[in-house]
């Protein structure tokens, strides 16, 4: 598929699943993306089917495959931790930037994204939300202002399919009060509370993790004081809020450098700038 000169084209990993047909909506949704390819697995009943029928749009045009050529733009991928060398290896084969939805990556994978990124330009963000990374944004200027007198917890909440915890989102809400307040959370997160564990220490930051139903994602940042708490609350009620979010990386990173960035570069909240 040409795409359009003022468009970018978005290809989509994993169009059968969820987040792959709220990806779909999205871009049929923006005024500076389209459609221009999809993948799904091997055997996958929706193989060469229309993708807008796949996510219930209306016909696109595009037929789901099980993998790409160079006839796009940026790849999208929210599919999964296992399938994630596999699709680094094809972005950089088809020299193609790739944006990075995949939560509850390991180390290894971690530093799989940073080499990869000396090659192709990557987003990765643990959630694509405008809204959540806001909210990461203040979270660090919250925490900075109130000290380390004021108590941090973190509780999420999310659907009963969800295979990671505590969630990557929560997880980065705790980066943010951590290194705020100028401590490292590998060394005071506590992970859920059971049985006769003491006084809570001043520096530690809780996680609180619930499943459940289908909720699609709730993160509470709670700042307890004595006489007093703030509590900053993000919820979203729709994937196309992560969809919508993807997208709008995806035309953000079409023409950058290699270089591995995140939502704050996207969105303008990063310190640097000049990546």
């Given at each position: 598929?040409?795409?359009?000169?003022?468009?970018?084209?978005?290809?989509?990993?994993?169009?059968?699943?969820?987040?792959?047909?709220?990806?779909?909506?999205?871009?049929?949704?923006?005024?500076?993306?389209?459609?221009?390819?999809?993948?799904?697995?091997?055997?996958?009943?929706?193989?060469?089917?229309?993708?807008?029928?796949?996510?219930?749009?209306?016909?696109?045009?595009?037929?789901?495959?099980?993998?790409?050529?160079?006839?796009?733009?940026?790849?999208?991928?929210?599919?999964?931790?296992?399938?994630?060398?596999?699709?680094?290896?094809?972005?950089?084969?088809?020299?193609?930037?790739?944006?990075?939805?995949?939560?509850?990556?390991?180390?290894?994978?971690?530093?799989?994204?940073?080499?990869?990124?000396?090659?192709?330009?990557?987003?990765?963000?643990?959630?694509?939300?405008?809204?959540?990374?806001?909210?990461?944004?203040?979270?660090?200027?919250?925490?900075?202002?109130?000290?380390?007198?004021?108590?941090?917890?973190?509780?999420?909440?999310?659907?009963?399919?969800?295979?990671?915890?505590?969630?990557?989102?929560?997880?980065?809400?705790?980066?943010?009060?951590?290194?705020?307040?100028?401590?490292?959370?590998?060394?005071?997160?506590?992970?859920?509370?059971?049985?006769?564990?003491?006084?809570?220490?001043?520096?530690?930051?809780?996680?609180?993790?619930?499943?459940?139903g289908d909720v699609v994602g709730d993160h509470t940042v709670l700042f307890a004081g004595l006489g007093e708490r703030v509590?900053?609350?993000?919820?979203?009620?729709?994937?196309?809020?992560?969809?919508?979010?993807?997208?709008?990386?995806?035309?953000?990173?079409?023409?950058?450098?290699?270089?591995?960035?995140?939502?704050?570069?996207?969105?303008?909240?990063?310190?640097?700038?000049?990546?």
């Open positions: 598929m040409t795409t359009s000169a003022s468009m970018t084209g978005i290809a989509i990993l994993g169009v059968a699943g969820r987040m792959g047909r709220a990806l779909v909506e999205a871009v049929q949704d923006s005024p500076d993306a389209e459609l221009a390819g999809a993948t799904v697995r091997e055997g996958s009943q929706f193989l060469q089917a229309d993708v807008g029928a796949i996510a219930g749009v209306g016909s696109t045009g595009i037929k789901a495959a099980t993998t790409l050529d160079a006839g796009c733009d940026v790849i999208i991928d929210f599919t999964s931790v296992e399938a994630l060398e596999a699709n680094l290896e094809l972005a950089t084969r088809l020299a193609r930037p790739i944006v990075i939805g995949t939560t509850g990556l390991s180390e290894a994978q971690k530093s799989l994204l940073s080499d990869t990124a000396r090659e192709i330009p990557i987003v990765f963000a643990p959630n694509m939300s405008v809204g959540v990374n806001v909210l990461i944004d203040i979270v660090g200027r919250v925490a900075s202002l109130l000290g380390d007198t004021y108590d941090v917890e973190i509780i999420e909440t999310h659907h009963r399919f969800k295979k990671d915890a505590p969630s990557g989102t929560a997880l980065r809400l705790g980066e943010a009060a951590a290194d705020a307040l100028g401590r490292s959370l590998s060394e005071c997160a506590v992970y859920g509370r059971e049985g006769h564990t003491g006084e809570r220490t001043a520096r530690e930051i809780g996680f609180e993790t619930i499943r459940g509590e900053l609350t993000h919820k979203a009620s729709s994937r196309l809020t992560f969809a919508t979010g993807a997208v709008k990386a995806a035309v953000w990173l079409a023409g950058k450098p290699p270089g591995l960035y995140d939502m704050r570069d996207v969105l303008g909240l990063s310190a640097d700038q000049n990546k």
